[in-house]
DNA sequence: GAGCACTGC
């Protein structure tokens, strides 16, 4: 092998040296047997007492009598505790033994992901010996399983967020658990600084902020000294080896260690990172032929992609066992699996034994300047490389072979990875923020303040769609607007949508436009899914062709076929589904709104023109208008841009509408329709005012379209 | 004439 051994303990890097903290006798739930559950008052379960034990095994049962000491001491509490401690299973359980859920009090532990808050949810309630949904909960989107009698509710961060929203006190809650803080997402963050200023006002709130990584000393600072316990992870030791060489071409590198891993070290799964799914299934197939080219000399190699696209029974694959040995007295077989990120955060696959991490991964940037979002490979955080090592170490000790000198381990990659706040477009968290009373945003004690031109660019947006006044008050619109888990600009849309006479049709583009494109194009098969779109598509532009999809696949559910039908038609059927819930809850909101659901009869000249107008009132920052050249150019920015090749749009019209600006091999503007220059006047006068706006044709042939309207009078 | 890291409401 090319690389220079290096043996560096896992438990001791960047994990510090851990504080052991003694265990206070008899304080042991519920006693060694008969004991009676206070919260069902009846006789423990056998299985009860049998998972237990196994509790009392896990390191966080040491931390038991520490974490309520400081629980009653201190109104926030911060506790550190990597991979296998036991804490997103335990500190409920913990706090609530101690005593802090009476009445009607509950503690709310916050989850990244839905999957985690529904698993931890079913796991703690049989611990606890309870039925799920009863005493022990979970709240996610589209699903609430927790009642009256619940005591601990695990519900995602986003959803915790949507409760401020109604209950601004969070007055149902006597803890606050914010887990895996370290992920940063958006609604943590946005937690944070709410949480900081509820406290100020409920002295009797707790909060526990709980990280995997020492980063939890920056949270300490933010809430103001709020003590540290750690805890021990459970992790096998890892060795780590980096490369002497810089390398050029990573994912040839990755492609060789993994086939070296494969023909020389001893049995075990072999995990590989890379950033996305193209590549992933190029390095499958490479890896995939050149391991079979090794004939007898290695074992069989089962490759296996991983990534959040692929279908749920494929991503099962990554579970499967390993291949047995070709022959008698041949080698073992061994899974190798390709993955993006998603095996770093949200699965996490026992058996693996070596982990291939090149150091990159793709990252959302935004940038303020030209308002977009995008996708870039960047180097990523040692914190992320530390937990992609650890991916090796989870049953027995292991390797990690990372594609980078350590020189640059050390010094060029960053300790931490940007929190999302950072790298996001402001427009609905903004929102979010304003319709939970945050007056001052400026001021708002953010952990990471956000770059003040992005909350610039956020609060111009929303003036602009009429849900702040001029002096950035939350208008009345913009109270109806924040109640949808959706853009500004999809809401507002939405929410317009009644005086276009076309709520119904706006209610299904709003959630076709939510949720994964729902066009399936395999490389290979491409002409045939091409054909196949053509039985949907609508001259007037994209958003229209995503109606004739979803109503398509309404008529195929009557007669039931309507799964068989997109697997004929090319058609995502779990995208689908899932605009369909997305529909539902959005119609629900907008009863609860007395937004009125209605249509325009379908025979009507204007059936049509009234949803292109109804999207024009969201939309009207993302024109682009045709120059001599032939080329668009987007309206204000004048950014010149290609419509996307999958826009339906043959006719190229004047004036477009854009749903998103996508910057890659090119700037392409995606999910567009064709509308009239009259209607940007019409709807949006304030925005198409010439008085601010810089010399383009576009602006020429507004000028034209003003004076016309002039000489009418 | 082409993508689509990952989540979440």
Same mark, same amino acid.
């Given at each position: ?12 890097? /960047? ?38 034990? /196994? ?47 009476? /009445? ?27 039925? @799920?949904?009863?005493?022990? /909960? ?6 609430? $399983? ?96 980096? #490369? ?33 799914e193209e590549e992933i299934e190029e390095a499958c197939r490479r890896i995939s032929r050149e391991a079979y080219d090794m004939g007898e ?80 490979? #960047? ?15 989870? #049953? ?58 992005? !909350? ?5 947006? @929303? ?36 005086? &276009? ?34 039985? &949907? ?59 009125? !659901? ?21 939309? &009207? ?27 339906? !749009? ?5 004036? $477009? ?23 940007? $006047? ?32």
């Open positions: 092998m090319t690389e220079r051994k290096r043996k560096v303990d896992l438990g001791g890097e /960047g994990g510090g040296v851990v504080k052991r903290v003694e265990v206070e006798a008899g304080t042991t739930a519920g006693g060694e047997s008969g004991g009676v559950n206070p919260l069902t008052h009846l006789a423990y379960s056998e299985r009860y007492y049998d998972i237990l034990k /196994g509790r009392k095994g896990l390191p966080i049962w040491q931390a038991r009598s520490e974490l309520i000491r400081m629980l009653n001491e201190h109104q926030t509490t911060v506790l550190v505790g990597e991979t296998g401690s036991g804490k997103t299973t335990q500190v409920a359980q913990f706090i609530c033994d101690a005593g802090f859920c009476s /009445g009607q009090m509950m503690i709310g532990c916050t989850q990244p992901r839905r999957v985690a808050a529904m698993s931890v949810a079913k796991r703690v309630s049989e611990e606890m010996d309870v039925n @799920l949904g009863e005493q022990v /909960g979970y709240t996610i989107r589209f699903e609430d $399983v927790s009642g009256p009698n619940t005591v601990i509710k695990f519900l995602t961060d986003g959803m915790l967020l949507r409760e401020a929203m109604t209950d601004p006190q969070l007055s149902r809650y006597s803890v606050i658990i914010l887990d895996e803080a370290h992920e940063r997402t958006l609604a943590t963050d946005i937690l944070f600084g709410l949480l900081k200023e509820i406290l100020e006002k409920r002295k009797d709130l707790k909060l526990v902020v709980m990280s995997a990584t020492l980063e939890a000393e920056k949270f300490q600072t933010y809430f103001i000294d709020a003590p540290l316990i750690k805890v021990p992870g459970r992790l096998f030791p890892v060795e780590i080896f980096y #490369t002497q060489e810089p390398e050029r071409d990573y994912l040839e590198a990755a492609i060789r260690t993994v086939l070296q891993i494969h023909q020389h070290e001893d049995p075990g799964d072999v995990l590989l990172f890379l950033t996305g000399t290695a074992g069989e190699a089962m490759v296996i992609p991983l990534y959040s696209s692929l279908p749920p029974a494929q991503q099962q694959r990554i579970f499967a066992k390993a291949p047995e040995p070709k022959g008698p007295g041949g080698k073992p077989g061994r899974k190798i699996i390709v993955s993006t990120n998603i095996a770093e955060t949200s699965l996490t696959i026992d058996g693996i034994v070596y982990v291939v991490d090149p150091g990159f991964s793709k990252q959302k940037v935004y940038n303020p300047r030209v308002r977009v979002e995008s996708l870039l490979v #960047t180097p990523i955080s040692r914190a992320s490389a530390h937990q992609r090592s650890g991916r090796a170490g989870r #049953t027995r000790p292991g390797k990690c072979f990372r594609l980078y000198t350590e020189n640059s381990f050390q010094k060029d990659l960053q300790e931490q990875t940007y929190p999302e706040i950072l790298r996001s477009n402001l427009g609905s968290v903004v929102l979010q923020l304003k319709k939970l009373g945050v007056e001052d945003l400026v001021h708002f004690d953010f952990m990471d303040p956000p770059a003040p031109e992005t !909350l610039m660019r956020a609060l111009e947006l @929303l003036n602009y769609l009429g849900a702040l006044d001029d002096e950035g008050e939350l208008t009345q619109i913009g109270a109806v607007m924040s109640e949808f888990p959706l853009d500004p600009q999809l809401s507002k849309m939405l929410v317009a949508s009644p005086q &276009f006479k076309c709520s119904n049709e706006i209610l299904t583009v709003t959630a076709m436009l939510s949720v994964p494109n729902c066009f399936v194009r395999p490389r290979d098969k491409a002409r045939e899914a091409d054909a196949a779109k053509e039985q &949907f598509v609508h001259s007037d532009g994209d958003h229209m062709t995503l109606l004739n999809v979803f109503h398509a696949f309404k008529q195929w559910q009557a007669t039931g076929e309507e799964k068989d039908m997109c697997y004929n038609n090319w058609l995502n059927y779990r995208s689908l589904k899932s605009a369909e819930s997305v529909r539902d809850q959005l119609a629900r909101i907008c009863n609860r709104l007395n937004v009125n !659901l209605v249509s325009t009869d379908f025979s009507d000249r204007y059936y049509y023109i009234n949803i292109r107008k109804a999207i024009v009132s969201g939309y &009207f920052m993302q024109v682009a208008h045709m120059e001599k050249s032939g080329k668009y150019q987007t309206v204000k920015d004048n950014e010149l841009v290609m419509l996307h090749p999958s826009c339906v !749009l043959g006719n190229k019209p004047e004036w $477009v509408l854009y749903h998103e600006f996508v910057l890659t091999s090119r700037h392409y503007i995606r999910t567009c329709i064709d509308i009239e220059g009259d209607w940007l $006047v019409d709807i949006a006068p304030h925005y198409f005012d010439l008085s601010n706006f810089p010399v383009c044709a576009a602006r020429r042939s507004l000028e034209r379209l003003y004076m016309k309207r002039s000489k009418g009078k």
